[in-house]
């Protein structure tokens, strides 16, 4: 019934049809938009480099599929594409994780040292990961953990977490109070609530932190480029840098490595999209 | 709950919950940070930090002084200002008109536009670089399109040394509207039903009820997606990087870049880079506080 | 018990950092070399590069490499941490200045003349001199001429048109090619360093010559004199002839070679090194501009006659990349002695000639080297000869003074700033590097 009321609505203005009008279009527009490069990036790795310096915007004359399993080759695409997944895996998983804990206790257990802390961690947000990157290359290479994976990660995870706590804390506070008095009257411990009540409510928060996480973290470059040397190490993007810049002499290779480091971001988001909105639901009902 | 639980468990759960995050939050962040400040009064320029083998000094201010007297400090720092404006009152209402328009079934295929306009944002930078520049060029369809109304226009927005960083905003607004659509979406969904329900039963309009319950009940979020805002739009760096990486002449430059040239371009000033970026931290830090002061006072009035 | 999975989760996160701070310190066996190289990964030669490292590593099983690869800003990025941290490789790519100007500035790489004496009759001299800052780091593989006017005669002869003499010849020409919707010279200037290496080094060599810089590092000569204001002002001029259209301040540099190929302007103005992008790529079998055509169409000239020039048909010259050695490598070491014998494999004819072959270079510095197959456009690069080689600016001068240097060529295609402005801001960006110095 809700739906349609609206709709219905006898007293839509003409004001009301030209602001709807507008929203099509600018959704429209949008859409266009998003979908058209895709698209475009898409039938560009199948011409050549030849061709598509030649002809930009068009279909290709001749499609070609060398592209792909030359850049997969020479990229070495599949170690890589592994190494991505772990970095955005775990990272993300540990930033999740500790930022609702750091959030639930920031938000529901009184102590002094809330303040200060909660407000570093807000200032974090405001940091620019180029102002930070020669002084952490420096302290990674002193504490032993350059060219690791443990050395990727820990960074990852830091640089997630102010804004994982700021939203998580948000969050939190509009959990009611009565919840975890009525929990702790029953004598459970602050990280049993935590664990069983306070985790599954935060799903449709932890959706969002981990979306934001997972597609930051996926597409970053600038970080492994530094923090790592052994080819090993490397991740995706690493790898597409190696194929890209307005330096790069060869586009169809680039645009297949580009294409082969956005597909699974694509299908991940496609997929993943009805969870956070189950999430959502979820959340709603809840909170 | 104190006298039931004492003191001394609380303590423990809180340090538990907390200290994971904050040690490497200051490994990682605050550390550096303050390496970074202190960096921008030195005279480091490279080489060992600490132990003997460190070369280095205090000298003050002079640092920044240099920053403030370069005029492309400045024409950097311009830049960002509009990149703020514009996600304030570009990128920020339009995301939430979106989401509101989807969120109240104002239109078919929600789901679809939903998914679509967040999509951008997965996509990498470079990609988005490399494709808007080639509609953007003299020969690109941006050229040809003109050229159908008005025949031999020349395509100069670019060589215009005011209008050169409106590609670059353009580009932004379709980049990262999304994430604010999402955002708001998400916060939508958590207002009850049956408010709004009961809200159009008594015959409220659309905007009333916007005015009435939706926007009050965003307030907060609203701050949020600000704060999110004015410190993207401080830090961004990437999507220019790879789009103009700053030219022509400095004109589509943003502070962060302008920090990048300065540390990693040829004649690296280490200190010079980071007087750049407590610059960067300061000033966003100056206008959250304003944001969130101008919360209270409108968040008083409701 | 999730109190328990909490404390491991958060031990397992950060346990790994002590544990892997011990790492590998095995001393004795094969020589470990770190190794840092440069590489184009879309490139055709790329499968060249490939073979040219693995060759080595079978040749040498008793040298370990830890190779590492980057391209483009990435290097660079790399390169400044490494050098800030002071943890640079063992062998490096780098470049005789400009974006390398760090390496040397801060003493971090080795001079090679005692190790290259023995050797140094089989190289032309520049390989085996001391570059601008007084070492040689790095053993320049090529020379390249960093201006290079492409000219579509074919082109010309449509539109009624004749090689052009001098620079008047090439301004009668822009209401021709107007009219027929073309531009007259096209230079893919989006980034600042392309109108200054591959457009201003040249005119300052043919309005200034060397003896004027030589003369302003001495300190007996300033920027803001008038030879240089003049170089300056003619750039300035090429913009208000219409001779180059401010659009070029929007193309990419990588746009280039394309809008040249199909036939978007008379003439185009880029590096030799460019020459590769318009022959045949050995993967596709497909050349943006055939041989035939390259033969029948194609020009590769020297810009015409300036006015007030004092070097006739002069062009800036630099020595090319190549590889150096980190300084800290003790002299007489096994370890100097293995990263030397990888310098030499690269710098040998049998990898040189390689990279001739691919077009990567236009010509090698190691005498007898020559490529076994060129196309047309190959052949005149090769041919092509100034009367006279000059300074490219950012291969004699500091990053922190042709930094405003390359910024001012913009700032005067925009308006912003006039030639005399431009001068005045580069001898202040001197004057401050000489006192940092």
């Known amino acids: 019934m809700t739906q349609i009321q609206p709709m219905l609505k006898p007293k839509l203005s003409i004001g009301a049809i030209i602001a709807r009008v507008l929203l099509v279009a600018i959704l429209i527009g949008f859409t266009v938009m998003t979908i058209y490069p895709i698209i475009w990036l898409i039938i560009n790795s199948f011409k050549t480099s030849k061709e598509f310096q030649m002809n930009r915007l068009g279909l290709p004359i001749a499609p070609t599929f060398i592209n792909y399993p030359q850049a997969w080759k020479i990229g070495n695409f599949s170690m890589l594409f592994v190494n991505s997944i772990f970095y955005t895996g775990v990272a993300t998983l540990a930033i999740v994780i500790l930022s609702l804990s750091t959030s639930f206790a920031f938000a529901k257990i ?23 990157m020669v002084p952490l290359f420096i302290m990674s290479i002193v504490t032993g953990v350059y060219d690791t994976r443990i050395g990727i990660l820990i960074p990852y995870i830091g640089l997630g977490l102010p804004i994982g706590v700021y939203l998580g804390t948000e969050f939190i506070k509009s959990i009611p109070d009565a919840l975890i008095e009525s929990a702790r009257l029953e004598g459970a411990s602050y990280l049993r609530i935590f ?25 970053e470059f600038m970080l492994v480029n530094i923090l790592a040397s052994r080819e090993s190490l490397k991740s995706l993007p690493v790898g597409i840098l190696k194929f890209s810049g307005s330096l790069a002499s060869d586009y169809g290779k680039q645009f297949a490595a580009l294409v082969i480091g956005m597909l699974p971001m694509l299908i991940f988001y496609l997929s993943f999209r009805k969870q956070i909105q189950r999430g959502l639901a979820a959340g709603a009902v809840k909170g | 709950m104190r006298q039931l639980t004492g003191t001394l468990e609380r ?23 303050i390496f970074s400040i202190v960096l921008s009064v030195s005279n480091y320029q490279g080489g060992a930090v600490f132990g003997e083998k460190a070369n280095w000094s205090l000298v003050g201010f002079k640092h920044y002084l240099r920053m403030f007297k370069d005029q492309y400090f400045w024409i950097s720092f311009k830049n960002n200002i509009w990149i703020m404006l514009m996600s304030l009152f570009i990128q920020i209402p339009l995301g939430f008109v979106l989401a509101y328009t989807i969120f109240r079934k104002l239109i078919v295929g929600r789901e679809f536009f939903q998914t679509v306009i967040y999509m951008p944002t997965i996509i990498s930078v470079i990609v988005v670089a490399i494709l808007w520049q080639s509609i953007f060029s003299p020969y690109g369809p941006v050229t040809s399109f003109m050229r159908m109304f008005i025949p031999g226009w020349e395509n100069k927005l670019v060589s215009h040394p005011q209008l050169a960083i409106v590609p670059v905003l353009f580009v ?28 159009q039963i008594d015959g409220a309009n659309e905007w009333q009820m916007l005015k009435a319950i939706i926007l009050p009940a965003l307030s907060g979020v609203i701050v949020t997606t ?43 000033n280490f200190p010079l880079a980071n007087a750049i970026s407590t610059f960067m931290v300061t000033v966003s830090f100056v206008f959250i506080v304003i944001a969130k002061k101008i919360e209270k006072r409108f968040g008083g009035k409701e | 018990m999730k109190r328990l999975l909490f404390v491991l989760l958060a031990l397992a996160m950060v346990l790994p950092v002590f544990a892997a701070a011990e790492k590998d310190q095995a001393a004795e066996g094969p020589i470990t070399l770190r190794v840092l190289n440069y590489a184009d990964a879309t490139t055709p030669a790329y499968a060249v590069e490939k073979e040219i490292w693995d060759t080595f590593r079978a040749q040498n099983p008793d040298i370990v490499l830890e190779y590492e690869e980057l391209f483009d800003e990435a290097f660079h990025t790399k390169t400044e941490a490494y050098a800030a941290a002071g943890r640079l490789p063992d062998v490096m790519f780098m470049w005789p200045s400009g974006r390398s100007s760090t390496l040397y500035n801060r003493n971090l790489v080795k001079d090679l003349t005692p190790l290259m004496a023995p050797v140094k009759n089989e190289f032309v001299p520049i390989a085996t001199s001391p570059g601008q800052f007084g070492i040689l780091g790095q ?27 001098t620079y008047a010849d090439l301004v009668a020409m822009v209401p021709a090619a107007r009219a027929a919707g073309v531009e007259v010279v096209l230079i893919p200037a989006k980034s600042d360093w392309v109108m200054q290496s591959c457009l201003f080094s040249m005119v300052l060599g043919r309005i200034a010559g060397d003896e004027f810089i030589n ?28 001779v180059i259209s401010r659009t070029a301040l929007q193309i990419d540099y990588g746009e280039g070679p394309a809008l040249f190929a199909s036939e978007k302007s008379l003439f185009y103005i880029d ?64 370890k100097e002695a293995a990263a030397w014998r990888l310098i030499s494999y690269l710098n040998s004819a049998e990898v040189l000639k390689k990279r001739l072959e691919t077009g990567a270079f236009s010509n090698v510095t190691r005498i007898g080297v020559t490529a076994s197959k060129m196309e047309p456009l190959q052949v005149m690069n090769a041919q092509l000869a100034p009367a006279k080689a000059t300074y490219v600016v950012d291969g004699i001068l500091d990053a922190s003074v042709y930094g405003p240097i390359n910024i001012g060529l913009q700032e005067m295609a925009l308006g912003t700033a006039t030639p005399e402005q431009v001068a005045q801001t580069t001898q202040k960006a001197f004057e401050e590097w000489e006192i940092s110095n």
């Open chain 1, 195 to 219: 664990f069983s009540i306070i985790l599954p409510m935060c799903i449709p928060v932890a959706m969002t932190l981990a979306i934001l996480t997972v597609t930051s973290l996926w597409n």
């Open chain 3, 215 to 242: 003369d302003v590092l001495a300190g007996k000569a300033n920027f803001t004199d008038k030879p240089f204001v003049d170089s300056l002002a003619f750039i300035k001029r090429l913009y208000d002839d219409g």
């Open chain 1, 110 to 132: 009184q102590s002094k040292a809330t303040k200060p802390l909660y407000n570093s961690f807000v200032i974090g947000i405001l940091l620019a990961l180029e102002s930070i």
């Open chain 2, 11 to 33: 303590k423990q759960a809180y340090l538990l919950l907390v200290l994971p995050a904050v040690m490497i939050y200051f490994a990682v962040i605050a550390f550096p940070t």
């Open chain 2, 226 to 268: 600000a704060i999110l805002a004015i410190s993207g739009s401080l830090r961004s760096f990437g999507l220019i990087w790879a789009m103009t990486a700053g030219n022509p002449a400095r004109r589509t430059s943003v502070l962060a870049l302008y920090m990048y040239d300065n540390a990693f371009k040829g004649a690296p």
């Open chain 3, 271 to 334: 590096g030799a090194w460019r020459v590769g992008e318009f022959i045949t790529s050995p993967d596709s079998g497909v050349a943006l501009i055939p041989p035939a055509k390259q033969q029948s169409d194609f020009k590769l000239m020297n810009f015409p006659v300036i006015p007030g020039e004092k070097n006739a048909n002069s062009s800036s010259v630099i020595a090319g990349t190549g590889f150096g050695m980190n300084a800290n490598i003790e002299a007489g070491s096994a």
């Open chain 3, 139 to 165: 053993i320049p593989q090529s020379t390249t001429n960093t201006h290079v006017l492409y000219a579509n005669l074919g082109l010309l002869k449509k539109l009624g048109l004749s090689e052009p003499k």
């Open chain 2, 172 to 199: 932004m607004v379709w980049y990262y509207t999304g994430m604010y659509l999402i955002i708001f979406l998400a916060n939508l969904q958590k207002i009850d039903q049956q408010v709004i329900e009961s809200a």
